[in-house]
């Protein structure tokens, strides 16, 4: 079993930076997938960025290729997503997730929002 919990969500204008944390819980964090999703208003949910356990492996959404960073320290059970040069349509509720598998996952965190002005 795995809990997540995000943090660093917030209000940000256009063009500003937020990193984003997802600390989980357990001793065997290293051997699970994790990846950063988002649910935007009058769209679907998407997974915009995964890095694998080991942080070999990692693949972002086109959207936020270039502004966005995943990055992991498994010391401290810890997921990251640096987001730069925000624009208003990242707004949305960002959450991790957790798997065995690069692209399925079978725990959830309870998700930060992030509002961009313009």
């Known amino acids: 079993q795995v809990q997540l919990v995000e943090s660093g969500g917030g209000l940000v204008q256009a063009g500003g930076s937020l990193r984003l944390s997802c600390a989980a819980s357990?001793?065997?964090?290293?051997?699970?997938?994790v990846g950063w999703g988002r649910q935007t208003p009058g769209k679907e949910r998407e997974f915009v960025a995964r890095?694998?356990?080991?942080?070999?492996?990692?693949s972002y959404v086109d959207s936020v290729k270039g502004r966005f960073t995943i990055s992991r320290d498994n010391g401290k059970n810890t997921v990251y997503l640096q987001m730069n040069n925000l624009k208003p349509e990242d707004t949305g509720v960002y959450y991790c997730?957790?798997?065995?598998?690069?692209?399925?996952?079978?725990?959830w965190g309870q998700g930060t929002q992030v509002t961009v002005s313009s």
């Open positions: 997730a957790a798997g065995t598998r690069f692209t399925r996952y079978d725990f």
């Open positions: 357990g001793r065997t964090f290293s051997s699970y997938a």
């Open positions: 890095i694998s356990g080991s942080g070999s492996s990692i």
